[in-house]
Nanobody, 122 residues
Framework: QVQLVESGGGSVQAGGSLKLSCAAS????????MAWFRQAPGKEREGVVS???????TSADSVKGRFTISRDDSKNTLYLQMNSLKPEDTAMYYC????????????????WGQGTQVTVSS
């Protein structure tokens, strides 16, 4: 049974930083596309950044230069380092695994975590 458990969300002022974690069980993250998505109230879920088995990353334009995805294969954990946070980054952030679509930032993933809330105040 695959489980993805996010943590690390919270409230921060604009310009601050947060690091999210996604602990995986039931699969080896090094073997799959993994990604972070976010969803703000009233908006569609959007892809933030992905990473494949070869450590190649794809980022949304809105977060390039500010957000970095990484993983620790020994801990089977995915991370999202978020710097220079903006109020528009406020959303529920989700970890996803096992990509099944055509673009790694489309929400075509088989497994999802429950999410962790990030709130950025101005």
């Amino acid at each position: 049974q695959v489980q993805l458990v996010e943590s690390g969300g919270g409230s921060v002022q604009a310009g601050g930083s947060l690091k999210l974690s996604c602990a995986a069980s039931g699969l080896r993250i090094s073997n799959y596309f993994m990604a972070w998505f976010r969803q703000a109230p009233g908006k569609e879920r959007e892809g933030v950044v992905s990473i494949n088995g070869l450590m190649r990353t794809t980022s949304a334009d809105s977060v390039k230069g500010r957000f970095t995805i990484s993983r620790d294969d020994s801990k089977n954990t995915l991370y999202l380092q978020m710097n220079s946070l903006k109020p528009e980054d406020t959303a529920m952030y989700y970890c996803a695994a096992l990509f099944t679509g055509t673009h790694p930032l489309s929400p075509d993933y088989q497994y999802w975590g429950q999410g962790t809330q990030v709130t950025v105040s101005s």
